[in-house]
Each structure stands twice: as structure tokens, then as C-alpha cells.
């Protein structure tokens, strides 16, 4: 039977493998989520000595216009995102998964998007979207259009030029994750809807969609869960502007937090911003389980 100093020797032996992880874990993760938790009932900002806030810092987010507006946008994007991405990256899977010619090479392209630097993609999107010189707005003065949008130096066209530069950036990543889906759909399933005389809306509505009904709630999961947190998106493209037509949480979190070093105030935001993906996602896992 083992002695006590060889157990005890074995459990060191298993925490000194665990142990770098866990202090990375603690140093770069726990410890500054416990730090933004205690943040958000303080007054810091970041030189001064540090205050106690109580709830003042949540009651000023009910007066805080730039919080409000970050929000609404925040609400507004995500709601426009994740359908027409889940959509998009849906069909562009089902289309890509037949056996039409040259499908790795649309495949490539599709999934591109995804992997090319952020800063790249966002210029030639911003080039191409250009108000007065962008070919977009050119093919459509061409063809007759008058008032063209103004894109992204638009308020009222801003938020939908976001929505549409993150659709065309997502759609290619949960399109890979779609096609995983559709390789294990068994095939004999498709074979009995045809015996049946079914099309191929038939097929794809009564076989596809119910196969890939856990695909698309993870797909779903992650997509608000993404969008709720967008910041890299919105600065590249727009910088939460015109005024405050694209400015999002995270966005307002990085103002008040290193513009304003209003550190408290920051914390407080991300905390609402932590509650309300917690929420939502709930409301997801639980509706879910509701359709099983």
C-alpha cells in the first residue's frame, strides 16, 4: 500500500501540470473580471485614490445618452445580424455542399472573409462603399439611382452598412460549421423524401432544416453572443459614428474606460452588457429545450 508522502507526492506531481494554466487563468482572467465586478460600485479613475460608489454608477447610466444610444445599437445590430448571417451561412453551406464544379474554390473564397486581416478587409469594404467614389454607388448611379445611400458616412445608413460588413465577414466561418452539419445528415433520409415525391424546397424544409436544428442553435448561440460584443468591427469601419449612429456597448465601455477614465462607470456598463448576453442566452438554451 502506498505511503502518505508517495500520495501526496503524486498530487504535487498532478497540480505542477495544472498550475501553469491555472496561473495564467488567474492572473490574466479571474482576477481582472473580480477587479471590473468591484469597479463598477467605486469612483476611479485610475491615478486618484479609489472611492466607494454604491449603485451611483448604474444610476447614472439612466441619464447617460451615449449609453442609451449604445444600447439601442447594440440591440438593433445583433437583431439585424444573427438572422441574416445564420441565414446566409446556411444557404451558402447547402448550395456549396453539391457537387457543382469548382466548389473548394468557392468554398476558399467564401471562407476568406473570415480569416483575412480585419484592417485590410475594412478598407477595401470602406473603398468600395465609398459615398462619391466607391464602385457600389457608381453601378448605381448607372443604372439610374439618384439618391444613393451614403453608407457609412450616413447615420441613417451606417448601421446597415455594420450589419452587412459583418455578415460577409461572419457568414464564411458558421458556413464551414453548417457543412460539418450536413455531412452527418444520413443520406437515406433524402432517398425516402424522394420515394415520397417531395421537391427540393420539400427536402430542404421537412430533412435539412430539422437535421441541423442543434447547429443551428449553437451557431445562433455563438452569433449573439459575438454580436453583442462587437467593438473591432465598429472602429475599423465607422468609429461609432456619425455621431452616435454605430456606437455599441463595448465601443462606450472602451470610451468611459480609457477617453473619459471613467473606470467605475466603465465596469458598471460591462456588467449591464455581462447581464444582458447571460439573459438572452438563457432565454436561447431555454426555448431550445422547449422545441426538443
Known sequence: ??????????????????????????VFTLVPIVFAIALAFLHWDGSNPIEWAGLANFRNL??????????????????????????????????????????????????FPYVASLVAVAAVWNMIFNP??????MLLYTLGFENVPGWAADKDWAM???????????????????????QGINPELYEAANLDGTNVWQRFRYV??????????????????????????????????????TLVLVYDIYNKAFISWNLGSASAVAMVLFALVLIVTLIQFRGNRKLQ
Open 160 to 182: 446597415i452598412t455594420i450589419i452587412l460588413f459583418s455578415v460577409w465577414k461572419y457568414m464564411g466561418y458558421y458556413m464551414i460549421i453548417y457543412l460539418a452539419g450536413l
Open 132 to 137: 462619391s467614389k466607391g464602385p457600389v454607388n
Open 62 to 111: 439612466l441619464d447617460d445618452d451615449q449609453f442609451k444610444a449604445a444600447l439601442k445599437n447594440t440591440i438593433v445590430y445583433t437583431a439585424g445580424t444573427v438572422p441574416l448571417t445564420l441565414i446566409s451561412s446556411l444557404l451558402l453551406a447547402v448550395l456549396l455542399n453539391q457537387g457543382i464544379k469548382g466548389r473548394n474554390f468557392f468554398r476558399t473564397v467564401s471562407f
Open 208 to 245: 435539412t432544416v430539422p437535421q441541423l436544428s442543434a447547429t443551428t442553435f449553437f451557431v445562433m448561440v455563438m452569433l449573439t453572443i459575438q454580436c453583442f460584443k462587437v467593438y473591432d468591427i465598429v472602429y475599423m469601419v465607422t468609429q461609432g459614428g456619425p455621431g452616435t449612429a
Open 1 to 26: 500500500m502506498p505511503s502518505k508522502q508517495a500520495h501526496i507526492r503524486k498530487q504535487l506531481v498532478a497540480y505542477s501540470f495544472i498550475a501553469p494554466n491555472f496561473i495564467g487563468f488567474a
